[in-house]
């Protein structure tokens, strides 16, 4: 397994576009998290799947937001209409429940740049 | 509300000095707590972690000992290495869901 991949690493778009990004959690985690990070501030959580069930959606996730892991698998994040302030980058991790405490391990993220 | 605050960087050391970077915490229940390290142009690897009171997490020469009483993880290595430049994230993982908290980051650059 080559650990948790994001695709694409860089994403350009123009102001108003819609935009999707793909998470490929390492196999056998049932857990996936997603989280925005911005130029000198750490992640913030936005969203976090256990199997194919949205358990909890930060308040950050407008409704322009929207994420799926449909076979509890991989996962998307999609937004609407996107903002100058939705520039940032996006990371997935994913982690196993045996226990609450357990590594969450990161994807190297996706950088989008709204123009 | 459950938060992290860490020191602010940039924290600029010669190779082999000593480090230690503060992280304090606001949190409700009882939380594990984490050291995250991002070399540049990697993603985000566990460093080290500590899962209760007076728990003490190390790795690769790096330590931090959970304190309940003073709500604090402070990361601390006695021999700093130019491999070491990176920047270091402090959070704390909520017990249910597994979710963390991060502060926002301490960048550490150690000069030769």
């Known amino acids: 397994d080559t650990g948790v991949s994001q695709d694409p690493r860089h994403k350009i778009t123009k102001r108003g576009q819609n935009v999707t990004f793909r998470c490929d959690p390492i196999?056998?985690?049932?857990?996936l998290y997603w989280y925005r990070q911005t130029l000198g501030q750490g992640p913030e959580f936005l969203t976090y799947?256990?199997?194919?069930?949205?358990?909890?959606k930060s308040r950050l996730l407008s409704d322009r937001f929207s994420a799926e892991r449909p076979k509890g698998s991989f996962s998307t994040l999609e937004i609407q209409r996107t903002e100058q302030g939705d520039s940032a980058m996006y990371l997935c991790?994913?982690?196993?429940?045996?226990?609450?405490?357990?590594?969450?391990?990161f994807g190297q993220g996706t950088r989008l740049t709204v123009v | 509300g459950n938060s992290v605050t860490q020191m602010e960087g940039p924290v600029t050391l010669s190779e082999e000095a000593f480090l230690t970077i503060n992280c304090t915490y606001t949190?409700?229940?009882?939380?594990?707590l984490f050291w995250y390290v991002q070399y540049p142009g990697e993603g985000l690897q566990l460093l080290l972690k500590?899962?209760?009171?007076?728990d003490k997490g190390s790795n690769k020469g790096f330590e931090a000992t959970y304190r309940k009483e003073t709500t604090s993880f402070h990361l601390e290595k006695g021999s700093v290495q130019v491999s070491d430049s990176a920047v270091y994230f402090c959070?704390?993982?909520?017990?249910?869901?597994?979710?963390?908290?991060f502060g926002q980051g301490t960048t550490l650059q150690v000069k030769p």
């Open positions: 991790a994913s982690s196993s429940n045996t226990a609450w405490d357990t590594e969450a391990f």
């Open positions: 196999s056998e985690h049932n857990r």
């Open positions: 799947f256990q199997n194919e069930a949205q358990l909890e």
């Open positions: 949190a409700t229940g009882y939380p594990s």
């Open positions: 500590a899962t209760k009171a007076d």
């Open positions: 959070a704390l993982g909520m017990s249910n869901t597994g979710k963390l908290i």
